[in-house]
């Protein structure tokens, strides 16, 4: 909704569908406004993370070297100045943990205006990172873990009574937990009702979800109640997100099986989606227009009304569940054998209960085999169009088996008016969640598509094109800042380890300052912060890219800002006043010098090479530039 609030501030009109990347802009575009929008977040995370670094170091130093290594960094350059979710991400996560910081500042002026006003903002920051991308749940856990540290040493504190205790509890839960949660609902609130129209992902949705879109076969229509023989109809599995039956004029190649007409599960609206309902016998064309319900029990055969074929199954095994069996079109002109009949079972329903189009779930349950017509989030490859696998599962009772009739075509049956399935305002927002997070988990990488592992994030290995083939531009991180930040987290993590060590051998023996324990506990809280962002990418089996590590990689940058100030302060403390101060900016001038010229070297990458220039400048410029093989630019 931010990136739509961008373009109408800009003008746009939605002729133009940003269907792919790398697709020429039309002329009434305003792609530059929406881009200086996009970069403003961007660059507003600069200010956000200097006082960041400010409340954990109190050093204007240690801020001015974060705010350095953020601007200077092509990879932040890079994704702030396209129209994408990152600038707004990376903005939320920051503004998140600023208000948490500078609401801590409050703990000893409870209860009053500012420490309301940061507790409030906290909380609607972290609704905002949770609405742009699920991985705004990751600063969610940051926060929580940090508020259920924070009431713990309350509670220990025995000079706070248990009353105060409580009110400090209760005014977390309804500024952490309950305003972001009534935010949350309200973004989708606004997000159906200004999306309310049909698009090419309704398929995704159920089909009673589909009848409150605006220009959707299925908004306003009427449609017969009940399922009749000879009744044309659509076969959606009945799982949210799930597809529609499908088949199409091609066939299993030779090894996978048996070479028979291929049967899949499509998300997408198609004629190919039809099939017609018929007796499990032949009966003359004198019968076929006697009026007949479908019925719970019935033994029946399925025709793929574009191809003339029966669905079929037999006990060859499936192309890809090699435990499941093989599903087929199979026959001529609906003329098959004895492996196209399947029986409508309903589950806790009596037999010879009359089957309704959208409300009645059932299963197909082969009459020879004995398994059931099963739908997989499992994709055939390219010959089967990338389209899901439909087998037929031994395990009748499977969840994936069900299935419900969603459109149905019959001159011969009374229409009603599909309005009485449609769903609540919450009903809508769990099955939206449900088509997400089961989207989100099966996305799989494509042929030739540029992926990443989170182990190659720190340390740069691996970046991301932006851009085709004639204008180059390459998401990778200046490699001097990238490099030197995880050197400095790791000597952090040795450093702080060896220092709780010889403290719980020293205990008692030795002085330890307030600016030593305060800088390692920001240091920590940082650490954790990195780790909750980053870690959870290594259990995820979705497809993962580059710019997935950079809410981590922002907490990293503040780590490296907050500990190289520490170091530089307490090597020039040691030092005599005069000698300090210059070697203090000695060292400045060379992290600073250093960093503007990594930048100078890698900011084409960012800004774009011309590949086409006629003195090849742009691939010498390239091949400068790769300074590792693993680089893909």
């Not at 506990?521 to 497809?543: C, D, E, K």
Request: charged letters at 15%; aromatic letters at 14%; a positive charge.
């Amino acid at each position: 909704m931010l990136v739509a609030l961008g373009g109408i501030l800009g003008g746009y009109n939605g002729s133009f569908d940003f269907k792919k990347p790398g697709d020429p802009f039309p002329a009434e575009v305003p792609f530059v406004f929406m881009r200086m929008f996009c970069a403003s977040f961007g660059l507003a995370v600069v200010p956000l993370c200097y006082c960041i670094a400010w409340l954990l170091s109190q050093s204007i130093q240690a801020s001015i070297l974060t705010s350095f290594l953020i601007i200077f960094d092509t990879g932040m350059l890079t994704l702030s100045r396209y129209i994408l979710l990152d600038p707004f991400l990376l903005f939320f996560v920051s503004s998140t943990t600023f208000c948490h910081l500078k609401f801590k500042t409050y703990s000893l002026a409870t209860f009053t205006f500012h420490w309301w006003l940061w507790l409030s903002l906290t909380g609607l920051s972290l609704a905002c990172s949770v609405s742009i991308k699920f991985v705004g749940l990751f600063v969610i856990a940051l926060v929580g873990m940090s508020t259920v540290s924070e009431l713990w040493q309350l509670l220990g504190d025995l000079s706070k009574t248990l009353s105060h205790f409580l009110k400090q509890f209760f005014a977390r839960v309804m500024c952490l937990i309950v305003l972001p949660a009534v935010v949350y609902l309200l973004m989708f609130k606004i997000h159906f009702m200004l999306l309310s129209k049909s698009g090419p992902g309704d398929g995704f949705f159920s089909s009673a979800f589909q009848s409150q879109l605006e220009g959707n076969p299925l908004h306003n229509i009427t449609m017969p109640r009940y399922v009749a023989y000879e009744s044309v109809v659509t076969i959606k599995n009945h799982r949210t997100g799930g597809n529609y039956l499908h088949s199409h004029g091609h066939f299993y190649p030779e090894e996978t099986g048996i070479q028979q007409q291929q049967v899949t599960a499509y998300s997408h609206k198609d004629e190919n989606n039809k099939w017609r309902i018929k007796h499990r016998y032949i009966i003359s064309d004198a019968n076929k227009n006697n009026l007949e319900l479908l019925r719970n029990g019935d033994l029946i055969r399925l025709e793929h009304v574009a191809t003339g074929r029966n669905l079929h199954s037999h006990k060859g095994r499936a192309p890809l569940t090699r435990r499941h069996y093989q599903v087929t079109c199979y026959g001529e002109n609906g003329t098959g054998d004895a492996n196209d009949v399947f029986q409508i079972r309903v589950p806790s329903k009596s037999i010879g209960e009359p089957i309704k189009a959208v409300r009645t779930v059932f299963r197909l349950v082969h009459q020879g085999v004995g398994c059931a017509l099963h739908s997989h989030d499992q994709q055939l490859p390219k010959w089967g169009w990338e389209q899901l696998e439909v087998t037929c599962n031994p395990n009748v009772q499977h969840l994936n088996n069900l299935w419900n009739v969603e459109q149905l075509f019959d001159s011969r049956l009374e229409n009603e008016s599909f309005k009485v399935y449609g769903l609540s305002f919450l009903e809508q927002f769990l099955e939206f969640h449900s088509v997400m997070i089961r989207g989100n988990r099966g996305l799989r990488p494509k042929e030739g598509e540029f992926t990443s592992m989170p182990w190659q994030w720190p340390l740069n290995y691996r970046g991301q094109p932006f851009s085709g083939p004639d204008y180059r531009v390459y998401l990778l991180g200046n490699s001097v800042i990238w490099w030197s930040s995880g050197v400095t987290m790791l000597v952090f993590v040795i450093v702080a380890v060896g220092r709780e060590f010889r403290n719980r051998r020293l205990s008692g023996t030795r002085e330890i300052s307030a600016a030593e324990t305060s800088v390692f506990n920001s240091g920590w809280w940082l650490m954790m912060a990195w780790v909750i962002h980053y870690i959870p990418f290594w259990t995820m089996t979705r497809i993962l890219y580059f710019h997935h590590y950079f809410p981590a990689f922002i907490f990293a940058l503040v780590l490296t800002g907050v500990m190289w100030d520490a170091l530089i302060t307490h090597i020039c403390s040691s030092l005599d006043k005069t000698v300090g101060w210059c070697v203090q900016h000695a060292i400045l001038g060379a992290i600073y010098s250093g960093i503007l010229y990594s930048f100078f070297i890698f900011s084409p990458l960012s800004y774009g090479i011309n590949m086409n220039d006629p003195t090849d400048e742009g691939l010498k410029t390239l091949q400068q530039l790769k300074w590792l093989d693993s680089w893909d630019i």
